[in-house]
C-alpha cells in the first residue's frame, strides 16, 4: 500500500515537473512567435517605404504618353511607345471595356535602354526595362500582357489559376481546350464533348454542390490514373506510401482515401485553366462592354453566378455558345494537303529524272 | 520487255519486299494494340492517342529504309556486271532507266498496300473512345509518298557513277564538318539549320517525312 502510494506521488511529481517546463517552454515559443511578428511588421513598413520611394524615383523627371485610358511613363528614347500604345489600346480596351478606364489610374513604367552598350544599368524594381530597338508590335504584346488592371478578388484569380489577359493566341487556345476535351481522362469532360451542358458545368469546376471527387472522377479507374499521373511523387514517402502501393494495385478505397488527403483546392479538375479562360472569354463577348466589370463586381457570388452575370445570360447558354466554339477548333486532320501530295510528286518525279539524265554510259 | 525486267527485280529484291510488307502490315495493327480489347477505358484516349504516336516515327523510317534498300537492289546487278548486260539490250539509255524505275516503284506499292490493308484491318477491330478518328487511307498515302520519295533520291544516286554519289557524300560531310569546326572554334555560323529548313522545311524535297503520321488523331 505505501509502496504504491509512493510510487503515485513519484509519478504526480514527475508529471508535475514535466508539466512545469512545457509551460516554461511554451512561454518561450510565445516570446518568440511576438518577436518575429513585430520584426516582420517592421520589415514590411521599411519595403513599403523602399516601394513608395521606388515608385517616386520611376515617375519623376519623365514623359507621360496617353493613349485611350493608357498612360504610360517613360524617359526619352527612340522606343516606339506611341506607336505600341496605339495598338495595345483597343486590345485593352475590347477585354476589360468599361472597367478598363481605370487604367488610366495605373500607368506603365517604362525604361528604354540602349542594346548597344555593355555599360551596367541602374538597378530598376518599378515598370519594365526594354531595349530601344524594341519594334512597336513587341511593345505592345508586351504592354497587353502586362496590363496594370487593379487585381481581381482572389476567388476568381483561384478558379483561373490567374488573372485575365487579352488572348494573344485565342484559335490556338480553344483548340488546346479541345484537345483537353477529348483526351481528359474524366467522365464529366468525356461527356462534355458529347454535349451534356450539365457535365460541362461539372468539368469547369462550376458546380453548385456536391462532392468535387465524386463529381469530376466518379469511376475508380480515373481515381487511379489521377493519382498514377498527377500524385505518385506526392505520395510515394512515408506513411503514404503504402496507401498509395494498394491504390496501384487496383485497391479504390485508398486511391479515393489518398485523393482526399489532398490540400483544399488542390484536385485538379478536368478541364484546367485555359478552358475556364476560354468560357469567360466567351461570356465577355456575350456581355458586352460592361462585362468585366460585372465579372468583378460580386466576389462573394458563386462562380457559376458571376459567369452568368458577366454574360448577361444564363449559365447553360455561356456553356453552350463555349462548347460550340471548342468543338469548331478541332485541329486540322492529319490528312495532307494536295499541294503536299503534288510536291511530294514532283519532288520523286524530279529525282527520277536526275537518274534518267545520269553521266553512266555516256561513252568518249 | 518490263514483264521480264519486273521479274529479274523481283528476285532480286523479293526478300526486302517480303520482310517490308510484312512489317508495314503489322506496324499499323501493332500501334492500336490494346485498342481493341474490351476491358479498356474509353477515357484512356491520351494513352491511345501518345501510343499511336511513338509507333508513328517507324512509318517514314520504314518508308525510307524501302526506298533505300529498293532502289539499291535495282541497280545492284548492274554495278556488278559493269552495266555490260545492258549496254548489250537494244534500248536507249533513258528507256532502260524508266523500265528499272517502274519496276521497283511497282514492287513498293506492295508494302504500301500492306500499310493501308493493315490500318484499316486496325482500325476496324479496335474500338476508339468518343472524339478520336482513325485515318487509314491518309496514313496509306502519306507512307506512300515517303516511300515515293525515298525511292526516287536512292535510285538517282544509285543510278550515277560511284564518282557522283561520291561527290554528293563528301559534300554532306564537308558541310558537317565545318559546322563541327565552327562550333569548335566557337565562331557564330550556323550552316546546317537553314539547310535543314530548306530540306525539311514545307516545299522541302523531305518534308513528306515530317509532319504527323497518326492512324489515329482527334
Not at chain 1, 519594334?135 to 496594370?148: D, E, F, G, K
Not at chain 1, 480515373?222 to 503504402?242: I, K, M, P, Q
Not at chain 2, 537492289?73 to 555490260?84: K, S
Not at chain 2, 506492295?110 to 487509314?136: C, E, M, N, R
Request: charged content about 15%.
Amino acid at each position: 500500500m505505501c509502496k504504491t502510494a509512493g510510487l503515485l506521488a513519484l509519478l504526480g511529481a514527475m508529471a508535475g515537473g514535466r508539466l512545469a517546463s512545457q509551460a516554461t517552454e511554451l512561454q518561450r515559443l510565445r516570446a518568440r512567435v511576438d518577436s518575429l511578428s513585430r520584426e516582420w511588421t517592421r520589415a514590411g513598413a521599411i519595403a513599403d517605404l523602399a516601394d513608395s520611394l521606388e515608385r517616386q524615383r520611376a515617375f519623376s523627371g519623365r514623359d507621360t504618353i496617353a493613349v485611350g485610358s493608357l498612360r504610360i511613363v517613360t524617359d526619352p528614347s527612340p522606343l516606339p511607345v506611341r506607336a505600341a500604345a496605339e495598338r495595345a489600346w483597343p486590345v485593352l480596351d475590347s477585354l476589360y471595356g468599361d472597367a478598363a478606364q481605370l487604367l488610366a489610374q495605373h500607368p506603365y513604367v517604362i525604361r528604354a535602354f540602349d542594346p548597344d552598350t555593355n555599360a551596367p544599368r541602374p538597378a530598376v524594381y518599378v515598370g519594365l526595362v526594354v531595349p530601344w530597338d524594341m519594334s512597336a508590335a513587341t511593345l505592345a504584346r508586351l504592354l497587353v500582357a502586362n496590363a496594370p488592371m487593379p487585381p481581381p478578388d482572389q476567388a476568381l484569380v483561384s478558379w483561373l489559376s490567374g488573372t485575365l489577359r487579352p488572348a494573344t493566341r485565342a484559335a490556338q487556345d480553344r483548340t488546346d481546350v479541345y484537345l483537353d476535351l477529348v483526351t481528359a481522362p474524366s467522365t464529366p469532360a468525356r461527356a462534355c464533348y458529347l454535349g451534356g451542358l450539365r457535365d460541362c458545368r461539372a468539368a469547369l469546376g462550376l458546380q453548385s454542390d456536391g462532392d468535387a471527387l465524386d463529381l469530376w472522377y466518379p469511376s475508380a479507374a480515373e481515381r487511379r490514373a489521377l493519382v498514377d499521373r498527377a500524385f505518385t511523387d506526392y505520395f510515394d514517402h512515408g506513411a503514404s506510401a503504402l496507401t498509395l502501393h494498394a491504390c496501384k494495385a487496383g485497391a479504390d478505397t485508398a486511391c479515393e482515401a489518398l485523393l482526399r488527403r489532398l490540400p483544399a483546392g488542390s484536385l485538379p479538375s478536368p478541364l484546367g485553366a485555359q478552358a475556364r479562360t476560354t468560357l469567360v472569354r466567351v461570356a465577355m463577348e456575350m456581355g458586352g462592354r460592361d462585362a468585366y466589370r460585372r465579372l468583378v463586381a460580386d466576389p462573394r457570388a458563386p462562380m457559376a453566378d458571376r459567369v452568368a452575370s458577366t454574360a448577361n445570360a444564363t449559365l447553360d447558354e455561356v456553356i453552350a455558345r463555349w462548347r460550340r466554339a471548342i468543338l469548331a477548333s478541332r485541329p486540322p486532320s492529319v490528312a495532307l494537303p494536295w499541294w503536299a501530295v503534288s510536291l511530294a510528286l514532283g519532288w520523286a518525279a524530279a529525282f527520277g529524272v536526275c537518274a534518267l539524265r545520269s553521266s553512266r554510259w555516256r561513252l568518249g | 520487255m518490263f514483264r521480264v525486267m519486273l521479274f529479274t527485280q523481283w528476285k532480286w529484291s523479293r526478300l526486302i519486299i517480303l520482310f517490308g510488307t510484312i512489317a508495314a502490315f503489322a506496324l499499323p495493327i501493332i500501334s492500336l494494340q490494346g485498342a481493341a480489347s474490351a476491358d479498356r477505358s474509353p477515357l484512356e484516349a491520351q494513352d491511345l492517342l501518345r501510343t499511336v504516336q511513338s509507333w508513328g516515327t517507324l512509318y517514314p523510317v520504314l518508308a525510307a529504309a524501302l526506298g533505300l534498300f529498293v532502289a539499291m537492289a535495282a541497280w545492284a546487278p548492274d554495278h556488278r556486271g559493269r552495266h555490260v548486260h545492258a549496254l548489250t539490250l537494244p534500248l536507249p539509255r533513258w528507256r532502260y532507266v524508266l523500265l528499272r524505275c517502274a519496276g521497283g516503284a511497282l514492287l513498293l506499292a506492295i508494302p504500301a498496300a500492306a500499310v493501308f490493308a493493315g490500318a484499316l484491318l486496325a482500325t476496324a477491330t479496335a474500338t476508339l473512345p468518343p472524339g478520336l478518328q482513325s485515318y487509314p487511307f491518309a496514313l496509306a498515302t502519306h507512307f506512300i509518298l515517303a516511300t515515293a520519295v525515298a525511292y526516287g533520291v536512292f535510285f538517282a544516286v544509285s543510278a550515277a557513277t560511284p564518282r557522283t554519289a561520291g561527290i554528293i557524300l563528301a559534300a554532306v560531310g564537308a558541310l558537317i564538318a565545318v559546322q563541327v569546326v565552327a562550333g569548335v572554334a566557337n565562331v557564330n555560323f550556323d550552316i546546317v539549320s537553314p539547310l535543314t529548313l530548306i530540306v525539311l522545311g514545307p516545299a522541302g524535297p523531305f518534308a513528306i517525312f515530317t509532319g504527323r503520321w497518326m492512324l489515329v488523331d482527334v
